[in-house]
């Protein structure tokens, strides 16, 4: 059986996880424009196959270097075949990909800002998947910071939703994302992180050729490949994979919170560009930041307590960090 990774107040390093996700979205978040301006000229579908393509092979040395064993926590002594890790592989980055189409064609029928609301809804389903699946709710403050965080990203897409066409599919995204993150936290200790992704990126590319070959590419110009090239690199090769690496030690829930900076980073990128967000919105990205700080609030206690022997060698956790 492999033993659990340790929780982030007990590493050398403490809070490098949560260090890790929040530099993961603010590669998703600051790349929003780049993505958007692509958009015009290619397909979604055909750019989330260019992007991960690019993803793919940018991981695939390292990732047949490496090996597909997360030996860090001892992962390598599991009955594990290739067999299962490309099978579980492929469906974990199935999902993934269904919450990408369900997103892209959502947009299509609703306004960016609600769908940028719904879709951050994933703070909410997340800790769902997790007690349905665990039978234990999250801790009680993560639990009152996914909640904070949900008003917060109310406020900062303006404040107004209603359902439609377009708003009901991005919410079955926000389900299909929620998943997504519980599983590669269930994963993430059992698996090495960058084969793992690497196969995630591979299986995206798959599933986006039939689509591809349908509908079309669109016109592949040269900002579409800068931002192929910057998002598959910079987010989906590098920032999916410290995702999965901080989901080691970090439950889902308290992963959903902390991911939900890239919202307010993309918000900032806008304000960089001459986009404004009003009163409700800097409220908003302010809420959001707040609720980051509940959800972390423990393990910040916790790491001081440790570092001053406070603990007497037992640290309390936060949450089932078992894979």
Not at 36 to 52: W, Y
Request: some cysteine.
């Amino acid at each position: 059986m492999a033993t659990r990774a340790p929780a982030a107040w007990e590493t050398r390093r403490p809070l490098l996880p949560e260090l890790a996700l929040i530099v993961a979205t603010i590669a998703f978040g600051s790349t929003f424009k780049l993505v958007q301006d692509a958009l015009e000229d290619v397909t979604p579908v055909g750019f989330l196959l260019l992007r991960h393509g690019v993803a793919a092979l940018a991981l695939l040395p390292f990732a047949l270097r490496y090996g597909w064993r997360n030996r860090e926590s001892g992962a390598e002594t599991t009955t594990d075949s290739f067999r299962t890790f490309v099978w579980i592989g492929i469906g974990f980055g199935a999902i993934g990909w269904v919450g990408y189409w369900l997103q892209n064609t959502g947009l299509q029928h609703t306004t960016t800002s609600d769908s940028a609301f719904i879709t951050g809804l994933f703070v909410v389903f997340t800790p769902v998947y997790e007690t349905i699946f665990r039978r234990r709710f999250p801790n009680r403050l993560v639990i009152i910071a996914v909640a904070t965080a949900a008003v917060g990203l109310f406020l900062l897409t303006g404040g107004h939703f209603s359902l439609g066409r377009g708003n009901a599919l991005t919410l079955a995204c926000a389900s299909a994302f929620g998943l997504w993150i519980y599983v590669g936290g269930r994963l993430a200790n059992r698996f090495d992180a960058v084969a793992l992704v690497c196969l995630e990126m591979v299986a995206f590319t798959v599933f986006s050729l039939p689509i591809v070959v349908i509908d079309g590419l669109g016109h592949v110009t040269a900002r579409v490949w800068l931002a192929a090239l910057v998002t598959g690199v910079i987010c989906s090769a590098v920032g999916f994979t410290l995702q999965l690496w901080g989901q080691r030690r970090i439950e889902p829930a308290r992963a959903a919170v902390i991911l939900l900076f890239e919202p307010v980073v993309a918000g900032f990128v806008g304000y960089a560009v001459g986009e404004r967000l009003g009163v409700k919105g800097y409220v908003g990205a302010a809420v959001i930041l707040a609720s980051i700080l509940v959800a972390e609030a423990p393990a910040w206690v916790l790491t001081g307590r440790s570092s001053t022997g406070e603990t007497g060698g037992r640290v309390p956790m936060t949450g089932d960090h078992r894979a």
